[in-house]
Every structure is written in structure tokens, then in C-alpha cells.
């Protein structure tokens, strides 16, 4: 079984900062790829950023582009999310997943594209 779990989310004002980490473990799987997804009241849920285990590329919604940077520690199999210059927009749960095997992916920005996922961390930007 694969644990997924987030942690740092929280309560900030217009233009503040959050990091969020995402830590995976568990007995018998590898890591190619994790990602961040949100979703807001009434909405359905949308991809925010993802990266390759291997090589590190990068993948961003054109929403967060410039704002949101996504790391990873491959020895922690962890992944942070630094957030920055945060709008109320951005207020969701914020969610990791994880990608645990191998073969194209389109961005790393579907949900079918990953395998495990946490229970979600809530973020509010208030105005």
C-alpha cells in the first residue's frame, strides 16, 4: 500500500507565500513523476504542476506560471510546491499525486496520468 501525504497548507493574505510538501511511501513502488492538482467550492478538480522523478522537467497550469514553483527530493521521495504571490483565486484543496509507472505522459497534467493520490490540504488566500 502507498501512503501519500501532504502537509502546509493554511490560511495567508493576497500576495503571501505557502509551501506545500508531499511525502510518498510504501513497500513495493517506484516514483516516476508527482504531481499537484486543486479544487475549489464548486468546481472540478485542475491540474497545477508536475514533475519527472528522473529528469526533473517541470510542467505548470498557465495559472500558476510564475508564481508557483514545484521541487522534488528524489531521496525523501517527496515533492514541495512553493507558492508565491498568492490571490484568492488559489484558495482550494490542494492535493499530490503520485505516478508509479513508466510510458508517455501529456504533461503530467491528467489525472489518469497518476496512480496514488493524498487526501488533500486546504488553502485559503483571503482578500
Known amino acids: 500500500q502507498v501512503q501519500v501525504v501532504e502537509s502546509g497548507g493554511g490560511l495567508v493574505q493576497a500576495g503571501g507565500s505557502l509551501r506545500l510538501s508531499c511525502a510518498a511511501s510504501?513497500?513495493?513502488?517506484?516514483?516516476?513523476?508527482m504531481g499537484w492538482f486543486r479544487q475549489a467550492p464548486g468546481k472540478e478538480r485542475e491540474f497545477v504542476a508536475g514533475?519527472?522523478?528522473?529528469?526533473?522537467?517541470?510542467y505548470y497550469a498557465d495559472s500558476v506560471k510564475g508564481r508557483f514553483t514545484i521541487s522534488r527530493d528524489s531521496a525523501k521521495n517527496t515533492v514541495y510546491l512553493q507558492m508565491n504571490g498568492l490571490k484568492p483565486e488559489d484558495t482550494a484543496v490542494y492535493y499530490c499525486?503520485?505516478?508509479?509507472?513508466?510510458?508517455?505522459?501529456?504533461?503530467?497534467?491528467?489525472?489518469?496520468?497518476?496512480?496514488?493520490w493524498g487526501q488533500g490540504t486546504q488553502v485559503t488566500v483571503s482578500s
Open positions: 499525486a503520485v505516478r508509479g509507472r513508466k510510458g508517455s505522459t501529456y504533461f503530467l497534467s491528467g489525472e489518469e496520468e497518476y496512480d496514488y
Open positions: 514533475i519527472t522523478w528522473s529528469g526533473g522537467s517541470a
Open positions: 510504501g513497500r513495493t513502488f517506484s516514483t516516476y513523476a
